[in-house]
């Protein structure tokens, strides 16, 4: 039988104007987000929907919003009776699959995004470390390119391993630029330095993941309603405590989304539903199979309404 897949996206989909239209309209959506701002003590919501847009990007700015926005589209979707068989997040996206799933509540998620956006711009001086999106070239290929990369004390790993042809590598600025060159020598179409504030998903980020193990600690982590595709595995699992050690060890390790994506087909999931800022995630999935999916992306009411025209056709 058909499943359905929520899918929640992760830092870089932000954008100014992110969930306004669903605060406005919609009293449930706007709950959450008036609860954000309280949590965190600070008008996040301001942020979100005015910018400045360099403030928003900033990393202990963007993952909180991207989370709150996601949350808030969440219960536009939930009250039109739509349910999930799995969820899942690409990276901070993680912690959204949670809220969903019933294992975090939105409180805690919100200020643990918050404390792990602030411990990642900590973890690594500015300038010092670096990532880039390389296209066109495999995923064996650019491992052999990053560990060459990395043999003079530099560092340059596999971070997000997005779609075929489609991977992030993150590191020391040396390290993933010689990486970069490295890999268009091997046969990468482009390699795209990325603007980011760390190299988010390698070793480098160990201070943050020390950092955000002890916030998790005091946080209650309930088994989940629906099973969760974690980045780390590409698995699904359900166990509170499991998926509370799967978020630290994040930090540090590749997400594995194309690899997410393919092991939900095989579970029988044909219907993928994006829910957030933006359609990067949609995108994602197109490319890692181009058919027999039904793809949708919910990030205002109207694409909602869109979204549910589409699925009664099917």
């Known amino acids: 039988m058909s499943k359905i897949a929520f899918i929640f996206p992760g830092q870089g989909s932000q954008e100014v104007g992110m969930a306004q239209n669903v605060f406005e309209q919609h009293e449930k959506a706007s709950s959450v987000i008036k609860k954000a ?3 965190l003590e600070y ?4 942020y979100m929907f005015n910018g ?13 919003a991207l989370l709150t926005a996601s949350a808030a589209l969440l219960e536009t979707v939930k009250e039109k009776d739509l349910s999930p068989d799995f969820v899942a997040g690409h990276s901070l996206g993680e912690y959204s699959a ?5 294992v975090l509540s939105f409180d ?9 956006g602030l411990f990642m711009e900590e973890a690594v001086p500015d300038g010092v470390g ?24 530099e560092t340059a790993e596999l ?5 075929p042809g489609q991977i992030v590598i993150s590191g020391s600025r040396k390290g993933v630029e010689t990486a970069s060159d490295l890999a268009k020598e091997a046969g990468a179409k482009r390699a795209i330095p990325l603007e980011v504030s760390g190299p988010f998903h390698s070793t480098l980020m160990e201070p943050a993941k020390d950092k955000l193990r002890e916030v998790l600690s005091d946080i209650s982590f309930q088994d989940a309603g629906v099973p969760v595709m974690t980045n780390v595995t590409a698995l699904p699992e359900t166990n509170g405590e499991t998926l509370r050690d799967l978020l630290v060890d994040q930090v540090t390790s590749p997400v594995l989304w194309e690899d997410t994506i393919k092991n939900l087909i095989e579970r029988d999931v044909t219907t993928f539903i994006e829910i957030g800022s933006g359609n990067v995630l949609s995108g994602l999935v197109r490319r890692i199979q181009r058919r027999g999916l039904e793809v949708h992306a919910v990030n205002d009411l109207e694409s909602l309404e869109k979204t549910l025209k589409k699925l009664k056709e099917e």
Do not use: F, W
């Open 37 to 39: 701002d309280e949590r």
């Open 43 to 46: 008008s996040l919501s301001g």
């Open 52 to 64: 400045p847009k360099e403030v928003l990007k900033k990393t202990e700015h963007a993952q909180p």
């Open 98 to 102: 949670l809220v969903a799933a019933g």
């Open 108 to 116: 805690d998620a919100v200020y643990a995004v918050r404390q792990r």
């Open 130 to 153: 670096a990532m880039a999106a390389i296209m066109g070239l495999e995923r064996p290929e650019l491992e052999r390119v990053c560990a060459e990369a990395s043999a003079e004390g």
């Open 159 to 163: 971070a997000n391993l997005n779609a």
